[in-house]
Structures are given as structure tokens and as C-alpha cells.
């Protein structure tokens, strides 16, 4: 849930705007008390906040925009997939090269085939709209990035405040075309297990999500079920024949060995035959030492692909010190982060939520010196181009008035098994928590808001690019 921009200031972009369209907010037929309450009764429970002020309508933005960030999306998980795949040693080997601790991965499956047609297969991009378009600034890959229900939530109440009945992706539905992609290529059974704790559930409203997903999967044929570790053992059945033959896994093990909760069930379901996806390979997809890579160009990436991430990713190094080139020019990289230090974010490579982001323009020179040199002592983060956001036009309200003010979304379009499957949006208002101050936006970090992101109705879905199986 990170991503890194300034608070709103910078200029109202082209991009989320269809000049032959009307403004959403003269379409909305429900009043500000209306709009309000639906917003609390669909999405009660959820990590949506709704202490604040509120979206009184989506981000509606062009067709063609819409579509961008999926394409954007699509290509640059593409790469970021190959870069990681070509690092040498198959999985454990990959662990090893972009640093991160073996222990942390304690559910990888040792099938190399499965973990590498797999490992992207969920995925959630943060974008913000700079001077030149879409930048992607970081990808969450695997399955317990948050939000598909928010934004499910957030669609279904715009279709019912508005005149016009904007167009989006549904995660939920496009996550369950994503699992029948993989029982029609492995000709395995309609059967799931969603895999869960309900120590991650706060209360009641949560379960309703919980059964709203199930009943996604139901309702395409499916056999599912929300299994706790300890049920896993009696649940599946025999080793050879086990009634869910895939596993949705709805959990971080990081979650739960911090709390004391066994992974052995969930590791002895897959001895026994579960296909748990997404596999925990993927984690190293979201390392962002691979979206530094991308970055940097890789031997085998074509003019089109450095093109491509020249113009949607900014500059961004994985903090070892040496000579690196930026915008034509050489630099020595510690020496360059210290002497412009306003025009750099420095993030660890494995983080959340904000928390080991320092944003150059929002730090003080000593702290910013100090973590510089950390990081190059202990090569564990990357540096990135700081980009400025473009705002837009968003009415809000707080439940007896709406009123329109100007935010910098991120933007975070959402993939399943290559498919788009809806997008999500957060962004600060005036109440935003103090943190963001340093630039930082996210909803756990900084008390950002969230909202969906829709197109104009109309467009039909495109055939996906392959799934994971295919084309491999």
C-alpha cells in the first residue's frame, strides 16, 4: 500500500480528463446524506476509511487512459518477470541474488515449474500520472495485496449514484476467470480453498467479505470453501485425491509467524498434492530491486522494451556503490544522491506501507545522508527518480455537502492471471495524518482515502495477452 508523491499541488493533467464528456459530479443523482450512507453500509469493515471526508464520485477517466495503466501494467510485470527469472540458481538462487532471507519464504514449493508459470499471476501496480503520463513507481505481486473487495465495493456503489453507469473491471470476478484458466490447462476439478485465518478477520462485516468471495467462486461452478490451518488436514482428504485440488492462499505467512501461527498444515497440503497459489515466488516479483533492473536495461530487453520503460518507469538503482548512467550522463551513485537530494526517493527493496520510504525534498539533510550511507553499506533498498503528480478535479463529501477539491491519485490497476481485473486509487485530503507530509501516500501509513477507478461505459474486455501457462 506504498507509493510515493507530494501532497496535491501540481497541475491538472490531460490524462484523466475526456473533454467530450460531461463532469461526473453534474451526473450524480443521489444527495450528499445519500451518498454518504451507501458508502458506509457497502463498505463497513473493509480498510476503506470512512471517518473523513469521502468520495462523492469515482476517478472517471478516458477509455484509452483506462486501458493505459492495464497495458502499462501487463508489459512491465512481463519484464520485471524475465529479469527475476534470468537471475541463476532457480528460485533459492534468485532468493540469494536480490538479497532477501531464504527463512522468509518458507512456503516455496520446490516445484520450479509450477512457482515460475505462477509466480505472476496476481499483481497490483502503484502508478501516478506525471509530466509524461503513467510512472510506475512499485508492483505488490502475489495473493494478499489488499483491495480487490474495496474496489468491488467502491464500483458497486457508483453505479447507483450516478446518472451514468461508468465502466470497471471486477477483481473478484477476473481473479476467478484467472483460477479457471488453471483447472482448464491442468484439467483439474472446479474445487478451491480459499486459506485463511480468522485471526485476520476484525469482525462480523469481514466474514460478509469473506462469503461474498466464495460465493464469486460458487457462482462460476466452483466448490469452494474458507479453510483455517487446522480444518486443512480433515478438509482436503487423501493425498492423491483431495477434495480442493487448488488453494487460494488469502494469508502472509510473514502474518502469521509473527503471531505464533503454524504454516506446517499448509506446507504438509502442499506434500500432499495442493496447488497453493499464488506461489510464494512471487514475493520476489515485488522486490524492487527487479524493478531496478528493469530500469538499468537488461542485455536481452529489446529498443522497444527500454523505450517502453524509459518512458513508464522512473530512473531507478539498486544502491551499490559505482558509476551509473542517468539521462545520458555518468554519475558516481552515492556522491549523486547527496549532492541532488531533492530529486530522489530512497525505499527498502522489501517494505510496506511506507515505513522505509525517505523522499528526498521531505527529509532533513542529516537523516537523508545518513540513511544514503546505511543503504549502501547494506545494498538493501533501491533509489528512484522522485516524480511530481499531476492533480484532478474530485468532489468529495462529508455527508451534508459535497464539495470538489484537487488530489494526486496513485493509481493501482489490478492483473490476474494477465487479465485486468479493476483498478484501485488512494489519495490525501486535508486530513490526511501528518506523515504525509514526507510525501508518502498510503491508506495504513498516512490515513490516505481510497476510491475506484472507472472509464465511461462502452469499452468490451480484450482477449488477455496468455495465461500463465501460455506462451511460456
Known sequence: MTSTASAPRGTVHPWFRDTDRPDPASLRRLSAAETHELLHR???????????????????????S???????????????????????????????????????YPLLSGQDNTETAYCSMMARPDIVIGENGPQLLEFNVGGTFGEPNETHGLTEVWQHTHRERFFGYDPLETRVRAFEDVCASRRLPRAI?????????????????????LE??????????????????????RPG??????????????????????????HDAQRAGLLLLPPQSSGLLANKKALALVSEGLPWMTRAERRLAERHLPWTR????????????????????????????????????????????????????????????????????YVEPATCALELTDGTRTFTAQV????????????????????????????????????????ASENAVLTWAGPTERPAAGTEEEGR
Open 42 to 64: 457497502e463498505l463497513a469493515g473493509l480498510s476503506v476509511p470512512l471517518d473523513g471526508p469521502l468520495p462523492a464520485q469515482p476517478f472517471v477517466v478516458p477509455q484509452q
Open 66 to 104: 483506462y486501458e493505459e495503466l492495464f497495458d502499462i501494467a501487463r508489459t512491465l510485470l512481463a519484464l520485471v518477470r524475465r529479469a527475476v527469472l534470468a537471475l541463476d540458481g532457480g528460485w533459492p538462487g534468485r532468493i540469494e541474488a536480490l538479497g532477501a532471507d531464504p527463512d522468509d
Open 193 to 213: 480453498a480459499i486459506i485463511g485465518s480468522l485471526g485476520d478477520l476484525l469482525d462480523t462485516a469481514d466474514i460478509r467479505f469473506q462469503e461474498r468471495e
Open 216 to 237: 464469486q467462486f460458487r457462482r462460476r461452478g466452483f466448490t469452494a470453501d474458507f479453510l483455517e490451518p487446522d480444518r486443512l488436514p480433515e478438509a482436503l482428504g
Open 241 to 266: 485425491s483431495l477434495r480442493y485440488p487448488l488453494g487460494l492462499r488469502n494469508f502472509a505467512p510473514a502474518d502469521w509467524r509473527e503471531r505464533g501461527q503454524s504454516l506446517r498444515p499448509v
Open 318 to 385: 539498486i544502491t551499490i556503490p559505482g558509476r551509473t548512467r542517468r539521462h545520458g550522463q555518468e554519475h558516481e551513485l552515492p556522491p549523486l544522491l547527496l549532492a541532488q537530494q531533492e530529486r530522489f526517493v530512497l525505499k527498502k527493496a522489501i517494505g510496506m506501507m511506507g515505513r522505509e520510504v525517505l523522499v528526498g525534498r521531505y527529509t532533513e539533510p542529516a537523516d537523508w545522508r545518513q540513511a544514503v550511507e546505511s543503504a549502501f553499506a547494506a545494498s538493501d533498498s533501491i533509489v528512484q527518480e
Open 408 to 447: 494526486a491519485p496513485v493509481l493501482s490497476p489490478m492483473l490476474f492471471g494477465n487479465r485486468p481485473g479493476g483498478c484501485w486509487a488512494r489519495f490525501l485530503t486535508d486530513g490526511a495524518s501528518g506523515s504525509a507530509s514526507r510525501g508518502v501516500i498510503s491508506v495504513g501509513g498516512a490515513g
